[in-house]
């Protein structure tokens, strides 16, 4: 697991790890199917530098928003749940949030009605909660 460094600029961390997630998007695109070391790393990073900025029902919310695709079946209609990111990247001001919704409507725009991007999509999703639960133990720190 990545372990947070206190020794270094804070806000610039944060933004190198979102940039970090964006360089391995086409490994997301691709995560069903396994993951690289790096890549995996670069989610750990990006939810312990941004814990603070991301609630847990926010990061349900998003991922519930893919499970109700899956269950309907209709691909397609993930990209009119890119309106619901936009309202939720709307009522906040946290960067972080703001950060990864942004990155998120990128993936959900690549996947359109790719049924093998979009279980990889769904399985990013479960690593950004998985992740989250175990920062979050840490997040007074």
């Known amino acids: 697991m990545y372990k947070k460094d206190n020794n270094v600029d804070f806000k610039t961390i944060k933004g190198s790890s979102f940039n970090e997630m964006v360089k391995y998007k086409e490994n997301f695109l691709k995560m069903n199917k396994g993951i690289d070391e790096d890549s995996l790393l670069s989610i750990q990073k990006f939810i312990c530098y941004n814990v603070k900025d991301i609630s847990v029902s926010q990061l349900r919310n998003i991922y519930n928003l893919i499970l109700d695709v899956k269950r309907d079946g209709d691909y397609s209609a993930l990209s009119l749940k ?42 990013y999703a479960e690593a950004l909660v ?9 997040k007074s720190n």
């Open 130 to 138: 998985a992740y989250h639960k175990y920062y979050e133990s840490f």
């Open 82 to 123: 890119r309106i619901k990111l936009a309202y939720i990247a709307g009522r906040t001001d946290k960067y972080g949030l703001k950060n990864l919704i942004g990155f998120l409507d990128i993936l959900f725009n690549e996947v359109g009605t790719d049924t093998d991007k979009f279980e990889s999509l769904r399985t």
